[in-house]
Structures are given as structure tokens and as C-alpha cells.
């Protein structure tokens, strides 16, 4: 088994640029949730999925997009890349909510 | 709201030297505390999952116990590659409620 994919796993982009992080799980896990890591700021959760068809906000949403088409499947979408996006991206799946999180290796993103 | 602190945010060990990190939480009806390792450069990788007050797990030189309003990690005789960073996130018993983490500790173990 993979567990958890992200692609790419560097990105620079220019300010104004928009792009996608990939995020692909083969676990048939229902829960699947987008963090930044920053430094001395912890995780923090920026979208997450219940299943196939649901999404919802975490705690810093603003500047992405997230859609689930699929229960593999959950992509991070930058609209407009702002200089503050510059962090390290970690895509995550559970098979239920009181259970353990598998993470993927991240994302490490620059925005100039 | 639920936050979930961890101490100290950094700890120097020398090799063979036990101690002990530290997560406190407050949460509305705790479903789970999880423990967690991140090397630099990867993705945060499972430890233990613990349930109710009084419960312990134990994985070679780690050691997690849980009570109503803290959790330890307890690291005997330490070498150094257990130098990583450790992450505690709480499961909140409300709905949906997704991992809150804490910021986590910072371990060096110098031999």
C-alpha cells in the first residue's frame, strides 16, 4: 500500500499564480483534512472531508479551495498565490474520526 | 474551545538520560489523544492512540500514559536517534470535530 500521496514535493510559484496540491489516499479511508506547518505555529488545518461529496473549513481557510469527487482523492487548490502561503503542506487520512491520522511526506511550497 | 498544550517547546537530553514531554488539553469530551514523531523533512508518523484516563501504551523506549487532563510521553534512556519532534492531538467528542494538535516538542538526544 502507498497510504498517503501528495504531488508535487516542491513548488515555487509566483504571487497571482494558482495551482493544485495533489493529495491521493488507497486506504478507502472516509476522512481526509489539508494543514500548514509554519514555523512555531504547529498544524494547522486549513480544509477537511467526511466523505466523498463533503467538505468544510478548518481553522485558516481563506486562499484555498478543496472539492472531494472521489473517496481517494482530495486536492488543495491555491486560487492566488500570496507570499503567505509560503509553508509546508501536509495532506491527511483517517478511517474514522476517533482513529489515528496517516500523513503524507508534504509539500514544501514558496511563494515569491 | 479546544487547545491542546505541549511543554517544553524544546529538550536537550544526553544520551541514556530519561525524562518526560508533556501534553494538556481542554476539550468538550475527549474521543482520543494521539501521539505523534516528525522527522525534519516528513510527514508526522503515528506513535499511540490513547482513550481513557489511566490508560498506558508502551513502544520500545516510549511510553504514553493519559489522565483526565494531560498526557506524559515518557522517554527512557534515550539514544540519539529518538531526536525528533513529538506532536500530541486531541479527538473532541462533538460531531465532526476534526485533530487539534499542539505545537509540539522539539527532542535532542546527544550522545
Known amino acids: 500500500n502507498a497510504g498517503v500521496t501528495q504531488t508535487p514535493k516542491f513548488q515555487v510559484l509566483k504571487t497571482g499564480q494558482s495551482m493544485t496540491l495533489q493529495c491521493a489516499q488507497d486506504?478507502?479511508?472516509?476522512?481526509m483534512s489539508w494543514y500548514r506547518q509554519d514555523p512555531g505555529m504547529g498544524l494547522r488545518l486549513i480544509h477537511y472531508?467526511?466523505?466523498?461529496?463533503?467538505?468544510d473549513q478548518g481553522e485558516v481557510p481563506n486562499g484555498y479551495n478543496v472539492s472531494r469527487s472521489t473517496t481517494e482523492d482530495f486536492p488543495l487548490r491555491l486560487l492566488s498565490a500570496a507570499p503567505s502561503q509560503t509553508s509546508v503542506y501536509f495532506c491527511?487520512?483517517?478511517?474514522?474520526?476517533?482513529?489515528?491520522?496517516?500523513f503524507g511526506q508534504g509539500t514544501r511550497l514558496t511563494v515569491v | 474551545e479546544d487547545q491542546v498544550t505541549q511543554s517544553p517547546e524544546a529538550l536537550r537530553l544526553q544520551e541514556g538520560e530519561s525524562s518526560s514531554l508533556n501534553c494538556s488539553y481542554t476539550?468538550?469530551?475527549?474521543?482520543?489523544l494521539f501521539w505523534y514523531r516528525q522527522d525534519p523533512g516528513k510527514g508526522p508518523e503515528f506513535l499511540f492512540t490513547?482513550?481513557?484516563a489511566g490508560e498506558e501504551k508502551e513502544k520500545e523506549r516510549l511510553k504514553a500514559t493519559l489522565t483526565k487532563k494531560e498526557s506524559f510521553l515518557h522517554i527512557t534512556a534515550p539514544k540519539p536517534e529518538d531526536s525528533a519532534t513529538y506532536l500530541c492531538?486531541?479527538?473532541?467528542?462533538?460531531?465532526?470535530?476534526?485533530?487539534?494538535f499542539g505545537k509540539g516538542t522539539r527532542l535532542s538526544v546527544i550522545a
Open positions: 486506504m478507502n479511508h472516509e476522512y
Open positions: 472531508s467526511v466523505g466523498a461529496g463533503i467538505t
Open positions: 476539550v468538550s469530551g475527549l474521543r482520543g
Open positions: 491527511a487520512s483517517r478511517r474514522r474520526l476517533n482513529t489515528e491520522a496517516f
Open positions: 490513547l482513550y481513557s
Open positions: 492531538a486531541v479527538q473532541a467528542g462533538s460531531g465532526n470535530t476534526p485533530l487539534v
